[in-house]
């Protein structure tokens, strides 16, 4: 069974935009936020909530999940585009923003993260690989309406 070419990139964040990300597995050094591809039948949102289950055991019903309008479509990476069918190379990723209360404890899935941390945005959007989850936290900070010292306004 093929993924399908359509994912989501959640930004879980405090209110004072601390960032959570998480470490790969397959790829230590490189760090991003909660991502995953959509499932037959299901909506982006429901995408969001069982992805964030799966990757850090938080129920994302509990918190505030914002879809953040932001669609990016890029090229698979070579080595994941066995995980598509063969004249599938493109990818389109939807962001979504997810506030919790403070930074809290997270339980990664072992076979696909190697650790967390939370980090102030402007340290986070620095540490990402990718250049879609980077932006993400850019314009999830702008929205939240951080200063340069990740504070409220």
């Known amino acids: 069974m093929y993924k399908i070419p359509v994912s989501v990139l959640v930004v879980i964040h ?37 992805e964030v289950a799966e990757e850090t ?18 090229d698979i990476y070579e080595e994941w585009r066995w995980r598509y069918a063969p004249e599938v190379t493109r990818n389109t990723e939807h962001a979504f923003g997810l506030r919790v209360p403070e930074p809290i404890l997270v339980t990664v899935a072992a076979r696909e993260h190697l650790g967390f941390v939370w980090l102030p945005w402007q340290e986070a959007a620095e540490k990402v690989f990718s250049p879609s989850n980077a932006e993400a936290i850019r314009r999830l900070a702008v929205v939240e309406g951080a200063t340069g010292h990740a504070e409220k306004h």
Request: overall charge negative; glycine content about 10%; hydrophobic content about 30%.
């Open 14 to 50: 405090s209110p004072d935009m601390r960032v959570l990300l998480l470490e790969r597995a397959d790829h230590p050094g490189y760090w991003q936020s909660v991502t995953g591809s959509q499932n037959e039948g299901e909506s982006l949102q429901q995408t969001a909530v069982r």
């Open 57 to 74: 055991g938080l129920d994302a019903s509990r918190y505030e999940l914002t879809d953040m309008g932001i669609q990016n479509e890029y």
